[in-house]
């Protein structure tokens, strides 16, 4: 499975969370291709058809971002804007993208309470909702989302453990089916505080 991750953070060499990331998905020897948007196109004059061409070689397309405003960082609201064309990714003649997998990984300020979904409160998944949206029109398979909460505040070894986690995924072939892998994941999970709990 050829992966390619595109990681869109303003000021990476100011990141904590997405720099380790990026390093400990690229060495773990499964990333394909590794890209620093923001250094690719500080300009924001994104070369489309290199991005197209991109996006066409690769079965597993990887946004890697932290979470702004709720939203996404501005170059790949951009980056969607630009390269999601009619007849490329959608459209009577847009297939291309059809087939392939699309992942998030997403580093989140705030605290789990906040992502709760109550009241004011908006979860991840629904927050993230546009990117399913966009995977279904683009006919890509919309795989679970990844992300951390209190990503400012983490302990580098909590970063580091997620990041891990997140690597021994990526290449996961059941990712794809997003329903199933979270229903795998999370029996998995509970069978974990059983044993804990000695039941
Ligand atoms: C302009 C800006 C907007 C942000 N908006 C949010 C937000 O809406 N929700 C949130 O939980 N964190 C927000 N944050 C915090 C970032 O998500 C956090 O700093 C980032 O995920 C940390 O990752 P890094 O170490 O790779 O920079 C924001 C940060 C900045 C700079």
Redesign the pocket.
């Known amino acids: 499975m050829k992966i390619l991750n595109l990681v869109f ?1 303003p000021n990476l060499n ?6 380790t990331w990026k390093t400990q998905l690229e060495e773990s020897g499964k990333i394909t291709t590794s890209r620093d948007m923001y250094a690719e196109y500080p300009d924001f004059q994104i070369d489309i058809e290199k991005e197209q061409a991109l996006l066409k070689e690769h079965d597993r397309i990887v946004f890697q971002f ?5 939203s996404v960082p501005p170059l790949l609201k951009k980056w969607l804007d630009d390269v999601l064309t009619y007849n490329f990714a959608y459209g009577s003649k847009g297939d291309k993208l059809k087939g392939k997998d699309m992942q998030l990984i997403v ?4 605290h789990q309470k ?1 992502y709760s979904g109550f009241d004011l409160y908006a979860t991840l998944p629904e927050l993230l909702k546009p990117f399913q949206l966009t995977a279904n029109l683009t006919q890509m398979n919309y795989l679970h989302p990844e992300w951390m909460y209190r ?2 505040s983490a302990e580098l070894e909590t970063i580091t453990t997620h990041g891990s986690k997140i690597a021994k995924s990526i290449n996961d072939p059941k990712r794809s089916n997003a329903r199933q892998y979270l229903n795998d994941s999370m029996s998995s999970e509970i069978d974990e505080v059983y044993k804990e709990l000695e039941l």
């Not at 100011?14 to 720099?19: A, C, F, G, L, P």
């Not at 580093?107 to 705030?110: D, P, R």
């Open positions: 953070h100011d990141s904590r969370v997405n720099k932290p979470l702004y405003w709720y580093s989140v300020g705030g906040f990503a400012d």
